[in-house]
DNA sequence: GGATAAAGGACTATTTTAGTCCTATTTAGG
DNA sequence: CCTAAATAGGACTAAAATAGTCCTTTATCC
């Protein structure tokens, strides 16, 4: 466990896209039916990553979002921050002074610290990084459309 | 977020107390009342921590808990892999190969390093740093006993 | 044999996460 | 200036994970 939410992780997949076509102004539905994944939640999730300003987004005829920098310059920790909001590996240390076992805690500030080095695990790897190990993914296809395979159950 | 959950952040207080107590046996009551943590949730996870080996029981009249090795070879990622399962940023990291989006995902293999150092992060902390940066708790108490905080909301 | 304590597991409630949809606003282009 | 194509924002629902409780069985001490 310890793991990042599927948001988030779809998330990523959108960024890669629109890294990979940074000249282009993608809407929603493109990356969605670039993606696979349902217009919706692409939506929802452009949007976050707007008001946080990880993409930039045109409104109107002809509008979509953009990468709003570098790719070397997103870092992982940016796009958690972005879609789960800040990285904390306890409530504790989010909210730091407010936890309710205070007085019995004595672990309180040890977390802390192991949330200082996943912190810069996270800062260290790029967007840039994540693209790099992509090995160019083989991708479902129907009649030259890639077939989404979201909501499918185990 | 990214956090751990809310019963593996009670696992470390109760394998804390634990540490502090490692020549006496303690029985779940005791370190309820120690950690001001419910009796059935103290003996839920101390049940799972017994499975998975971080602590050994004695059944019976006079029985209980105590931990079952010396904290500095405990770590971390031990606690959270014993309540939450293995650590792994992505429900692909885990089950890898299972992946329903496999054939679209740009980004699979560049989360498991991101784990890798993650990991190594968890690794490198042991229930013995854990307890060092205990500043002495003061508790909460009521007629000398200590007063239970659970479930109070905010 | 009785009391004490853990083992195991079933069960419920709560919270979080995921996903959808509706309405308003912005902009391009004929 | 009207229409179509987009995003913005937020309400809402459904599903899943988490937290927490309780009950029954088994082991051990005295």
Redesign the interface.
Known sequence: ??????LT?YG??LL??LA?NRTSVCSAADVASA???AVPTVSKLLKSLGRTGLVTSTRGANGGYQLARDPREIS?ADI?DAL?????????S?TDG?C????????????Q??NV??R???D??SLH???R???P????QFAGL?IS??N?R?
Not at 1 to 6: A, G, Q, T, V
Not at 100 to 111: D, F, T
């Open positions: 466990m310890l793991r990042i939410s599927k992780d990523t997949v890669a896209h990979a993606t696979g994944i992982a958690i789960e909001g800040p990285v904390s590996i306890t409530e504790c989010a407010q309710e076992h205070e007085g019995v805690c004595s672990v309180g500030g040890a977390w610290r192991v080095a996943i810069r695990a996270l260290d790897v990084d994540l693209l190990s992509n090995i993914a083989p991708q479902f890639p395979v979201e499918k185990k």
